[in-house]
Nanobody, 120 residues
Framework: QVQLVESGGGLVQAGGSLRLSCAASGSIFRIYDMGWYRQAPGKQRELVATVTSGGSTNYADSVKGRFTISRDNAKNTVYLQMNSLKPEDTAVYYC??????????????WGQGTQVTVSS
């Protein structure tokens, strides 16, 4: 069994910052790409940022220059530092990871989601 557990969401004023964390646990052999997605009410889930096991990153245009994704491979954890938050960043943020288990089965996993609300 593999789990992704997110933390760090909350309510913040526009212009403020939040840091999200997502820790993977369970029968993990190796973690490949990790990332953050978000889903606002009435909208489809969209990619926010991804990071490879080697540290290469990719960002949605809407968050470039404001958000930073990073990971700690020793802790099986991915982070999302969000600065200069805007009301349009309000959404449920989901952690995602491609994980090879100790049983050598590969799957894509999602966290339960954490709410981020930015007030104007």
């Amino acid at each position: 069994q593999v789990q992704l557990v997110e933390s760090g969401g909350g309510l913040v004023q526009a212009g403020g910052s939040l840091r999200l964390s997502c820790a993977a646990s369970g029968s993990i052999f190796r973690i490949y790409d990790m990332g953050w997605y978000r889903q606002a009410p009435g909208k489809q889930r969209e990619l926010v940022a991804t990071v490879t096991s080697g540290g290469s990153t990719n960002y949605a245009d809407s968050v470039k220059g404001r958000f930073t994704i990073s990971r700690d491979n020793a802790k099986n954890t991915v982070y999302l530092q969000m600065n200069s938050l805007k009301p349009e960043d309000t959404a449920v943020y989901y952690c995602n990871a491609d994980i090879l288990s100790r049983y050598l089965t590969s799957n894509n996993y999602w966290g339960q989601g954490t709410q981020v609300t930015v007030s104007s």
